[in-house]
Structure formats: C-alpha cells, structure tokens
C-alpha cells in the first residue's frame, strides 16, 4: 500500500495535481465549518460583554488558522506538475485557494452577526489577556535537531515532570512550529489553534530544553 502510494505521487501530473487541488477544496470547505461550529460555540455561551468579545476575537482567528492551513494544502499541489506546467498549475490551485478564502470570510462574518444577536449590539473583538505571553514573546526558539524531543537519553528525576515528545501534545505540536523564526508567543497561540487553549508551561517547557541543550534559546 506504501508503495503504491509513492508510485501515485510520484508518476503524478497535472491532471492528479488538480484533483487533489479540488479534494483538498472540498475538505476546506469541511475544515472552515468545522472551525466555525467550535467558534459559534464559544460565542454561544460566553456572557455579553468582555468575555464575548474574547469568544468572538478567538473564534475570527480559528476560521483564520483553518483557512490558511487548507490553503497551504491546496497550493502545495503544484510541486506535482512537470516544470512547463507548474506555473499554470499554481495559478488554477491559487483560484481554488481564493474560493476558500472568501468562504472564510463569510464564515467569519456569520460569526459577527451571532456575536451581535447574542449582545443586541456590535461587539468588537478583544483577545483575552494571556500572562504567558509577555515573556514568550521575548524567545525565539532554533531546534538543533529533526524530529522530537523524546527524553531517552534524560533520567527521568531530571525531567522536572515535562511530558516526553514520544507521544503526542501540546509540546510536540509547539516544537514542530518552532521555525528559528515565530517567537514563542506565536508559537503558542498556533499550537492552541491546531489543538485547543491548554495550560501547558511553554516557557518553562522550552527554558528547560534549552537548559538540557535540546534547542538553542535567542532573547
């Protein structure tokens, strides 16, 4: 099956670049909504007021997030067209992109009229205080190796309870955004976009790998 696989991407043109291109339309539309409904849902039980403003600030850039990473599928489909090609190939992957995009952009207006009803006035997104911030965004991360950081090599009364990254979570997720580039407060609020708000300790997390030599820490 592997292989078969391989085989598929690999003897792949145009044609299978823009089917893929149109499935991967078809899952954005499925993606968005479902950022949407979590958005709406937020929205739904927070009381007028502050805390409605923070629902609905949270909820634009979850419909935002999700939009961006299906438009990145969508895109990303004209590595498979032969290079005479590739350039037509990107320009009709970038107008599915587009349809995706103004969908976003509905969604996320349907979201402000919600918002709205649930106030009985326009509400005006705010996004919530977050003390972990302030310090994070003074750090910027630079992994010095591929993959995770599983702790193997570290006895276990030395990993002052952080979790290993042999198994999946919010630690996992944060270093895989860790580009050398994003600080760390980027980096958090696009973890919790892919996996939901969290109370991991980021900056103690990553101090600590830092601290053991498994990333390079830049103030």
């Known amino acids: 099956m592997t292989a078969a696989y391989l085989y598929a991407l690999a003897s792949a043109g145009e044609d299978e670049a823009m089917w893929l291109a149109d499935a991967g339309l078809t899952r954005g539309y499925e993606g968005v909504l479902q950022a949407y409904e979590e958005a709406f849902a937020g929205v739904a039980k927070a009381k007028p007021g502050e805390e409605l403003a923070h629902a609905l600030d949270r909820g634009l850039r979850l419909i935002d997030y999700r939009a961006g990473r299906e438009r990145q599928a969508i895109e990303s489909v004209d590595r498979l067209a032969p ?8 320009a009709a992957a970038d107008e599915l992109a587009g349809r995706l995009t103004e969908f976003a952009e509905g969604q996320q207006s349907r979201l402000r009229a919600a918002a709205e009803r649930r106030s009985g006035a326009p509400v005006t997104p705010k ?3 977050d003390p972990r911030l302030t310090e994070a965004r003074t750090m910027v991360i630079r992994r010095k190796r591929p993959g995770t950081v599983t702790f193997d090599d570290l006895p276990v009364p030395e990993r002052k309870g952080y979790p290993s990254g042999a198994w999946w979570g919010p630690q996992v997720s944060a270093l895989f955004w860790c580009d050398g580039k994003r600080n760390l407060a980027e980096v958090i609020e696009l973890t919790e976009m892919e996996l939901g ?3 991991f300790d980021f900056v103690g997390y990553f101090r600590f790998l830092a601290e053991k030599g498994y990333v390079d820490l830049v103030n």
């Not at 290079?83 to 990107?90: A, I, L, S």
């Open 83 to 90: 290079d005479g090609r590739r350039e037509q190939t990107h």
């Open 127 to 129: 996004p919530a205080a």
């Open 197 to 199: 708000p969290t109370d």
